[in-house]
């Protein structure tokens, strides 16, 4: 069993910058591939990048290559989301999540335990 705790999130103008955080209770996070997606009003959920257990491995929707970083620290059982020159159309619940193995997954079906989401608004 793996409890998921985002936080960072908030309203930002854009061209900002958030971190959001995933906190993880459970013996297994480590073990595990994780990953954040993120759902705007009347859409999908849909994912946004992934890592590795290790953290050796990542992979990014193309929408925000090169603004945004995931990251983890297994020590401290958390997950990153750096989010930089953030737009309007970031806008959106962000929810990080637990895959069912030790890679990350690029759909919902692969995630095993999710958070409960955090909001980010990004005004123009």
């Known amino acids: 069993q793996v409890q998921l705790v985002e936080s960072g999130g908030g309203l930002v103008q854009a061209g900002g910058s958030l971190r959001l955080s995933c906190a993880a209770s459970g013996r297994t996070f480590s073990s595990r591939g994780m990953g954040w997606f993120r759902q705007a009003p009347g859409k999908e959920r849909e994912f946004v990048a992934g890592?590795?257990?290790?953290?050796?491995?990542?992979y990014y929707v193309d929408s925000v290559k090169g603004r945004f970083t995931i990251s983890r620290d297994n020590a401290k059982n958390t997950v990153y989301l750096q989010m930089n020159s953030l737009k309007p159309e970031d806008t959106a619940v962000y929810y990080c999540a637990a895959a069912g193995s030790n890679w990350y997954g690029l759909g919902v079906r692969e995630y095993a335990y999710w958070g409960q989401g955090t909001q980010v608004t990004v005004s123009s």
């Open positions: 890592i590795t257990w290790s953290g050796g491995s990542t």
